[in-house]
């Protein structure tokens, strides 16, 4: 799973270590707030994976509470806000803002965002109807189409998709929430929407289950003019038959995401990050989208390591720039 050899049992240790009764602040019954994204993401079900994982991994020791969030760009602003230890999902772009000081987190103070891991990776659905007439994204042009929720960070990617293929100024962007998305889709209320999330993501699988749906793939010159406009976005291909009714593969773009800290004790961050290593292989096999996590996408995740931490990648051959 590292660079470096590494054995469960040196794993459990660290995390044995950082758990160890005697005047620790995760021996303490630290509270520990998680935040991802809304209930019908595919992040809020593994925030709620993440944080029954850590309470049993911990003995009790540290109590999680996962909370609802519209997304990315709420998460970041809060983490400049809230007192008490905050564990929150955001991609690097968001958090080098934050940390540049650049709109919408202005007045928050950001300088203690700390990195945990990675996440799976943000991966964009264009959702349309099957028997519309709409097969490519360019064909969205003159339509409806809400491009995520209000003030998210997908409806700010989406955005930027869309005038980077030169079709931004004819999309019609009607004003509705994203979670009215699917039903309004149903009922010819709009020509699609867009979701943001590690797939399979719930809200489209539920969809796909009573309605034909088609998930517009990027052409290849496509995806190389939304990497050249935004370098942290990639090509990946959603396979055909993870949403029913779609047997082809789907070619989208999907963008990095890391689990972040503010407000964290070193001791309980490193019980997170060892915990979360250790049983990441048996989250895997409940929820497969754990599978493509690796320390290798730690460096990319754009905020310093958090302290607690730093010696517990070092010794496994990961280091920040």
Request: hydrophobic content about 45%; proline content about 6%; aromatic content about 6%.
């Amino acid at each position: 799973m590292f660079h470096t050899p590494l054995r469960k049992g040196a794993l459990t240790a660290a995390l044995a270590a950082a758990l160890a009764i005697g005047g620790t602040a995760a021996s303490a019954e630290t509270r520990v707030t998680l935040k991802s994204a809304s209930s019908s993401s595919s992040y809020y079900v593994m925030m709620v994976q993440l944080g029954e994982m850590l309470q049993t991994q911990s003995d009790g020791e540290i109590l999680p509470t996962v909370e609802e969030s519209q997304g990315s760009v709420q998460n970041v602003t809060e983490a400049g806000r809230r007192s008490g230890a905050f564990l929150f999902t955001s991609p690097p772009n968001l958090i080098a803002d934050a940390l540049a000081g650049a709109d919408p987190f202005t007045g928050g103070n950001y300088d203690g965002l700390r990195t945990l891991f990675p996440m799976p990776f943000i991966t964009i659905h264009m959702v349309v109807r099957a028997d519309s007439d709409i097969t490519t994204v360019a064909d969205l042009a003159g339509r409806s189409f809400i491009s995520g929720g209000t003030g998210t960070f997908c409806q700010r990617q989406v955005a930027s998709i869309f005038e980077t293929l030169g079709i931004a100024d004819s999309v019609t962007a009607p004003e509705m929430e994203l979670s009215g998305a699917p039903a309004a889709l149903r009922n010819n209320q709009v020509d699609g929407y867009a979701t943001c999330s590690s797939h399979p993501t719930p809200q489209v699988q539920e969809l796909a289950a009573t309605l034909p749906v088609r998930i517009l793939s990027f052409t290849p010159e496509e995806q190389a003019a939304i990497i050249a406009a935004n370098p942290s976005a990639g090509a990946v291909s959603i396979a055909g038959g993870t949403y029913a009714g779609i047997d082809a593969a789907i070619d989208t773009m999907a963008v990095p995401v890391g689990a972040f800290a503010v407000n964290m004790d070193d001791d309980t961050a490193l019980a997170i990050v060892a915990a979360f290593w250790e049983q990441r292989e048996d989250m895997a096999e409940t929820n497969p989208w754990w599978a493509g996590v690796s320390p290798e996408l730690v460096p990319q995740l754009g905020a310093p390591l958090h302290e607690g931490v730093t010696a517990f990648y070092a010794e496994r051959g990961v280091t920040l720039p």
